[in-house]
């Protein structure tokens, strides 16, 4: 079985870098089948020097502190994505088991603010991606709130200030006392540190220029290599040198499809599956306990 698996998907192009890469790799190996062909006609195109002109060390060492550094930007988004879903479970828990029912409407009020904590988780993933409120928070707030987040640039931080709201004023209720209120407050400052911390990865982007070199560098390789290759290789010259630029530019792909992992590409975090997990342990939570009062 695991045979199998391995095979689907090493053949597998869906979530590969296969289709944006594949245009570079072709005009590559047409490059190089026209450098064969002049070779074959005895035009002096072989040039065994060219190949100590980009060392492979070098330009392997560059792929992979390029590769190193975009794994460890989505490594971090999840793991304060982990950290955003433990706290949002354990400030949900929390409203539920510390604040006293006082009035018949506590109630009510308690499971709108467990409510707001998954609309912070869903609010946090529409802001990472530039998108606007959509229904997803509608469903989880009051029609006022909603409209009144259509108008908010940082709507996170928001969410935090109403859940930070219901939580004092709790507190002045007598519902909750100040060692509770200290921790739910901690819980919620944790989850808006999550939000400045994945901002930081997507407002921090590889140096340009380091971009564009590598790409130069690529680019020079993959079109030196064919002169390198033609004399040994001849006619079997164009395969070759595509298997390697389809390493190498493979190589390149996936550390930008993995830098900025809060999109909605295949290789990105599953941020939509993340806060519906989210959602669902909340009102789960809440079918639980619907018989407590």
């Known amino acids: 079985m695991k045979k199998r698996q391995w095979l689907k998907l090493a ?14 790799v072709i005009f590559i190996g047409a490059f190089a089948i026209f450098i064969s062909v002049l070779y074959h006609f005895k035009i002096p195109v072989s040039q065994p020097t060219f190949g100590s002109v980009i060392p492979s060390v070098v330009l392997g060492l560059l ?47 308690k499971i709108a603010a467990m409510r707001l904590v998954a609309a912070f988780s869903v609010a946090t993933k529409l802001h990472l991606r530039s998108e606007l409120v959509n229904s997803e928070l509608e469903e989880l707030m009051p ?38 209120v200290t921790a739910m407050q901690a819980t ?57 630029s389809f390493t190498v530019f493979g190589v390149e792909e996936i550390g930008l499809e993995i830098e900025n992992p809060f999109g909605h590409d295949p290789n990105d975090l599953p941020l939509d599956a993340i806060c519906t997990t989210i959602r669902s342990n909340i009102e789960e939570l809440i079918a639980e306990n619907s018989d407590i009062q």
């Not at 550094?69 to 929390?94: H, M, P």
């Not at 940082?154 to 007598?174: R, S």
């Open 11 to 24: 053949l597998q192009i869906k979530g590969s870098v296969i289709p944006s890469i594949y245009h570079r």
């Open 63 to 109: 792929l992979v502190f390029r590769t190193n550094t975009a794994y460890d930007r989505f490594w971090e988004g999840r793991r304060l994505w982990g950290i955003i879903v433990n706290d949002s479970r354990n400030l949900s828990w929390l409203i539920w088991v510390t604040i006293n029912n006082i009035e018949r409407e506590d109630r009510a009020k």
């Open 188 to 244: 919620l400052k944790s989850m808006i540190d999550c939000v400045g911390g994945c901002e930081r990865i997507l407002k921090t982007p590889l140096p340009l220029a380091y971009s564009i070199h590598i790409k130069q560098l690529l680019l020079i390789y993959c079109l030196l290599l064919p002169f390198h290759l033609v004399q040994d290789l001849g006619l079997f010259t164009s395969p070759v040198v595509a298997l390697v």
């Open 143 to 180: 029609r006022s709130q909603y409209l009144r987040l259509k108008s908010i640039k940082h709507t996170p931080l928001e969410i935090a200030i109403w859940i930070g709201d219901y939580l004092q004023q709790q507190y002045q209720h007598k519902c909750v006392d100040s060692v509770q």
